[in-house]
């Protein structure tokens, strides 16, 4: 059976944005979802860094592109008094702990917390934060943070993300989707945002053909206003 590698990233506004396309695709085909955590922001850095103007303009670009509004409450991240950190390291392991704690939720449980950060504005690194999200899978705050300071659990979150670095290879662009195919071969169906129809195009090109699908599929962008390229 085909299967999707999403690679994603808590912080990744097109990530956000993509998110309702992403449900339609699952809904229709109704494939296994693999998740696998990016590494957009690989040195910790406070969201005051993107309340610029031209950061602003990007956003609001952002949302007439995908449709999708970023709240009032991520707006206030963007102000030095409401600043919060970012750190896709920190994220990774929530999304591991979480993985192990409720499992076969991965795609809903990442959605969650980008709409907590992008729609909220809620610092979704805060351990208070992340098990009130959590609890809707009815996860405990003292199981996650147990989860949390596993070894086993950060080995398993360094060790996806090092296999997300892998696959994207030279090209690191968040968001980006694959179908795996029954003869084993990834097809790259999305790089960056892309609407629904285009990457439904090629899903059934990917399902028909037997050779891999390497064309960028979308557009991308991320926390330097240009790009989901790390």
Not at 152 to 180: N, S
Request: a negative charge.
């Amino acid at each position: 059976m085909p299967s999707f590698i999403y690679i994603t990233d808590v912080f990744c506004p097109w990530c956000f944005g993509f998110a309702p396309v992403m449900e339609k695709l699952v809904a229709k085909h109704s494939f296994p979802v693999r998740v696998l955590c990016g590494n957009l922001v690989d040195e910790p850095e406070q969201t005051s860094g993107m309340g610029t103007p031209r950061l602003r303009a990007f956003f609001q670009r952002l949302s007439d592109t995908t449709g999708r509004k970023l709240g009032s409450g991520f707006f206030g991240l963007l102000e030095e008094s409401g600043s919060v950190l970012m750190d896709s390291s920190r994220s990774a392991l929530l999304m591991a702990a979480l993985k192990k704690l409720a499992p076969g939720h991965a795609l809903e449980q990442m959605e969650a917390f980008q709409n907590a950060f992008y729609e909220d504005g809620r610092d979704v690194l805060a351990l208070d934060v992340q098990a009130d999200v959590a609890a809707r899978w009815g996860v405990t705050a003292q199981a996650l943070s147990q989860a949390l300071a596993s070894e086993a659990v950060q080995k398993k979150a360094q060790k996806e993300m090092d296999e997300a670095e892998e696959i994207l290879g030279d090209f690191v662009v968040y968001p980006t989707l694959f179908v795996k195919t029954d003869d084993g071969e990834l097809h790259a169906v999305a790089r960056g945002f892309a609407p629904f129809d285009e990457v439904e195009a090629k899903i059934e090109a990917a399902l028909a053909s037997g050779e891999s699908l390497n064309a960028v599929s979308g557009s991308a962008c991320g926390l330097n206003g240009e790009c989901c390229i790390r």
